[in-house]
Antibody, heavy 113, light 112 residues
Framework: HVQLQESGPGLVKPSGTLSLTCAVSGGSINSKKWWGWVRQPPGKGLEWIGEIHHSGSTNYNPSLKRRVTILVDKSKNQFSLNLRHVTAADTAVYYC??????WGQGTLVTVSS | DVVMTQSPLSLPVTLGQPASFSCRSSQSLVHSDGNTYLNWFHQRPGQSPRRLIYMVSNRDPGVPDRFSGSGSGTDFTLKISRVEAEDVGIYYCMQGTHWPLTFGGGTKVEIK
């Protein structure tokens, strides 16, 4: 049974970089699956951020593409999200997922000075 | 981007009665491989989304058979045959045919 766990700072300053990691257990990041990030601003709906395949191929939401990087770290069985130049509009619960079936519990990231 | 429009926004339901939600896409969700990548999720307050249905009508493991999905092209429906108390929350559709993947705005289900 695959489990995902997000980790990272809960508070990021405006114009800074949001960096999150998703640790995968009960399965290998090397499996031929897509590993994605989805976010949810407080009280709002779900927004797809992007995804990465075990091969390294990525797809990003064009609305965030210039600011987003998703990487896989096979040695640690995890993948990561970097979102640069953040503003208050990036405040959200961030979820990691394997093919949108297995999900992490989510982590709230607040952008504030 | 493909716009996913869900209706109604809110749905008061009676325990034991059926419920139905609609999801419409701004363009066909039929992929070039012939499949239609339309998913349904359920999210309870404070919890992660849980996928219920994939590819229009396939129930995920552990999903009760009172949930069923149907539709084609641009019009899709999720039905609950008999609503139970645990079914409250928000239901989202998501299309996986076209990048970027997009979600509907959700239908909030509450017990009357």
């Amino acid at each position: 049974h695959v489990q995902l766990q997000e980790s990272g700072p809960g508070l990021v300053k405006p114009s800074g970089t949001l960096s999150l990691t998703c640790a995968v257990s009960g399965g290998s990041i090397n499996s031929k699956k897509w590993w994605g990030w989805v976010r949810q601003p407080p009280g709002k709906g779900l927004e797809w951020i992007g995804e990465i395949h075990h091969s390294g191929s990525t797809n990003y939401n064009p609305s965030l593409k210039r600011r987003v990087t998703i990487l896989v770290d096979k040695s640690k069985n995890q993948f990561s999200l970097n979102l640069r130049h953040v503003t208050a509009a990036d405040t959200a619960v961030y979820y990691c997922s394997r093919e949108y079936f297995f999900w992490g519990q989510g982590t709230l990231v607040t952008v504030s000075s | 981007d493909v716009v996913m429009t869900q209706s109604p926004l809110s749905l008061p339901v009676t325990l034991g009665q059926p419920a139905s939600f609609s999801c419409r896409s701004s363009q066909s969700l039929v992929h070039s491989d012939g499949n239609t990548y339309l998913n349904w999720f359920h999210q309870r307050p404070g919890q992660s989304p849980r996928r219920l249905i994939y590819m229009v009508s396939n129930r995920d493991p552990g999903v009760p058979d009172r949930f069923s999905g149907s539709g084609s092209g641009t019009d899709f429906t999720l039905k609950i045959s008999r609503v139970e108390a645990e079914d409250v929350g928000i239901y989202y559709c998501m299309q996986g045919t076209h990048w970027p993947l997009t979600f509907g705005g959700g239908t909030k289900v509450e017990i009357k």
